[in-house]
């Protein structure tokens, strides 16, 4: 994975890092009221089919593919309205994609599985409820196999619904996609404890830049 032209090593850093905590919130946020923000939830979705981006930023359609990522992440760098579940969750999809790594075949299965989806997906179109399912179906025959399972607190009647339990496992896999993201530019976890004001000055730079997108 290559870093964009217009990012910096430590730039796509922080972009792959914002697309993982807003695909946990996402799914968090299902979990807990039965509701995604769009925007956030396209962008997040499309990087798992977006196979032949070749940078972290393309991987999410552009900047402002992970604005609400990147509020997040710079909420849980500062501490304000700190999240433990979304902390706890995080760091459960790093250390399962580092074992999905180490996994030739789940990671042949897991690629045939995706590109299936992605030729019957047209881009820009959004994603149906056929799409998420599918998704879900690979995120369940593949990374949900592994030890330590994802648990996902929320609203049990809300969870009782098999449509919000498969975008629940949709926006896993979204988080997983980003977790190797990060991990291919460079992320490392120690660096989050060392480099904390750094990774908060470089997450309002981006937020910046994607608002001056828009």
């Not at 910096?8 to 914002?18: G, K, S």
Request: aromatic fraction near 4%; charged fraction near 20%; avoid cysteine.
């Amino acid at each position: 994975m290559n870093t964009s032209p217009s990012l910096t090593r430590a730039e796509a850093q922080v972009l792959a890092l914002a697309g993982l905590v807003q695909a946990v919130s996402l799914a968090l946020s299902v979990a807990r009221d039965g509701q995604a923000e769009p925007q956030a939830a396209e962008a997040s979705i499309g990087s798992v089919l977006a196979l032949a981006a070749d940078s972290a930023e393309a991987s999410y359609g552009g900047l402002a593919g992970v604005r609400t990522g990147l509020r997040v992440l710079i909420g849980q760098l500062r501490g304000e309205q700190r999240d433990n579940e979304l902390i706890r969750i995080a760091a459960t999809i790093i250390s399962l994609e580092r074992k999905y790594q180490r996994n030739d075949g789940m990671q042949r299965q897991l690629r045939r599985r995706l590109e299936a989806i992605s030729t019957r997906t047209s881009p820009g179109a959004g994603f149906d409820g056929d799409t998420i399912g599918e998704l879900a179906e690979a995120y369940l025959a593949t990374i949900s196999t592994l030890t330590p399972r994802v648990r996902i607190p929320g609203n049990p009647v809300i969870l009782k619904e098999e449509a919000n339990v498969r975008r629940i496992r949709a926006f896993l896999l979204a988080a997983l996609r980003s977790a190797a993201l990060w991990r291919q530019v460079g992320g490392a976890g120690w660096r989050l404890l060392l480099q904390r004001p750094k990774l908060i000055e470089t997450s309002q730079r981006l937020l910046g830049r994607s608002l001056a997108a828009v």
